[in-house]
């Protein structure tokens, strides 16, 4: 089946740790983003990527960092940096432009950093 | 960016149409209105997306007014599986841009 995986589906952190949450899929899809939700709230984009080997911020993307080496493979690290990090991360990944192609969102990382 | 308005929380019943409309004065005309449906922990899903006039599939309608300054989703005879949080996203062509908003939270009563 295709589609896109996202794991773990909860991750625990302590302050002060970097944390790397994985995204992968089958669709053969040139576009991936990674979002982030707070409770009650829309997503916000943290960072996406057209191509392989290239990527632009979102809104959010202070205290964090994406690699895309592979077309299947968006993974997003969240530093230390990142101020609020505990929050639900979302992965997606389109044919083409996000505005006017469907994204397919992965099933979500809940992170949880004490 | 055009920036979207829709209701916080609507109630249904089941069987009924639900109709949840979005407000986008500033829309552009590179602009595409897109609907998703969240359920609690869970991706996003895609609805429907139009530009102009009718959009039908197999889920939903989406209605579009010639000014094209709103929008409305139309759930025909919704059941208690359609609770879930609605989001209406106007998509800026150009810039490849879009923005969820707080989107509407439908609860569908029996």
């Known amino acids: 089946d295709g589609g896109i995986t996202q794991s773990p589906k909860y991750l625990f952190r302590k302050e002060g740790q970097n944390v790397t949450l994985s995204c992968e899929q089958n669709?053969?899809?040139?576009?991936m983003y990674w979002y982030r939700q707070d409770p009650g709230q829309g997503l916000r984009l943290i960072y996406y990527?057209?191509?392989?080997?290239?990527?632009q911020k979102g809104d959010i993307a202070e205290g964090y960092s994406v690699s895309r080496e592979k077309k299947e493979s968006f993974p997003l690290t969240v530093t230390s940096a990142q101020k609020n990090p505990t929050a639900f991360y979302l992965c997606?990944?389109?044919?083409?432009?996000?505005?006017?192609?469907?994204?397919?969102f992965g099933p979500g990382t809940r992170l949880t950093v004490t | 960016l055009a920036k979207t308005t829709q209701p916080i929380s609507m109630d249904s019943y089941e069987g009924q149409e639900v109709n949840i409309t979005c407000s986008h004065n500033?829309?552009?005309?590179?602009?595409?209105i897109t609907w998703y449906q969240q359920f609690p922990s869970q991706g996003p899903r895609f609805i429907i997306q139009?530009?102009?006039t009718k959009v039908t599939n197999e889920v939903a309608s989406l209605f579009i007014p010639a000014d094209r300054k709103s929008s409305t989703l139309s759930l025909p005879r919704v059941s208690l599986s359609d609770t879930a949080v609605y989001y209406c996203?106007?998509?800026?062509?150009?810039?490849?841009?879009?923005?969820f908003g707080a989107g509407t939270r439908l609860t569908v009563k029996p």
């Open positions: 997606a990944s389109s044919t083409g432009p996000r505005t006017t192609y469907e994204q397919y």
């Open positions: 669709l053969n899809h040139d576009a």
């Open positions: 139009g530009y102009k």
């Open positions: 500033n829309i552009a005309t590179n602009d595409y």
């Open positions: 996203l106007v998509g800026d062509g150009e810039n490849n841009d879009m923005r």
């Open positions: 990527s057209q191509i392989v080997n290239d990527f």
